[in-house]
């Protein structure tokens, strides 16, 4: 078998950047698919609803699920298992914001209201998932402190500015 790839900073970034497009390109399908904003504007109430959904899910992805176990200060190539850590980051991330992506488009299948449901979901939530996914310095630095707590030297941030 041979050894595993090394990732790169610039796969993370292509990783992110074609999440977040065929993201916007499924929610443009669903919205032609379900005829545009032909119905008549929702109710406040179904409004909000996807917002709390999509506020959710960023919650999760901000707070609660983003535990990295730390790198001990003798870990064998840090820099390597850094990178690591931040893709699997990453892509819980993305399971968190498109999961309330999904369910904002499961809720406009089921209305009669439906495309304006994807477009009140889907900008907002293509914000998010940009947002918490892209590899920004803030991103990069929580994890980078994250990963650095027991005093291992990660050098995710340099890493990300040097490729």
């Known amino acids: 078998m041979p050894p595993p790839q ?14 977040v497009g065929l993201t916007a390109l ?40 983003l535990r990295v176990a730390p790198l001990t200060a003798n870990a064998p190539d840090p820099e390597s298992a ?7 980051h ?3 991330k993305f399971v968190l914001c498109e999961g309330a992506l999904l369910i904002c488009v499961i809720l406009a299948f089921v209305s009669d209201r439906a495309g304006w449901l994807v477009v009140i979901a889907g900008v907002p939530g293509l914000a ?5 996914a892209w590899p920004s310095a803030r991103n990069l630095s929580l994890t980078a402190a994250m990963l650095d707590a027991q005093g291992a030297e990660s050098r995710l941030l340099e890493t990300f500015e040097t490729a």
């Open 128 to 132: 998010v998932l940009a947002f918490e």
């Open 26 to 65: 499924f929610l443009v399908v669903i919205f032609v698919l379900l005829d545009g904003l032909d119905a008549d504007r929702p109710a406040i109430w179904l409004m909000i609803l996807p917002l709390l959904v999509l506020a959710l899910g960023a919650f999760l992805a901000e707070r609660s699920w």
């Open 82 to 88: 850094g990178l690591a850590a931040f893709v699997s």
């Open 6 to 19: 090394e990732t790169t900073p610039g796969e993370v970034r292509k990783l992110v950047l074609v999440q």
């Open 90 to 92: 990453t892509l819980r």
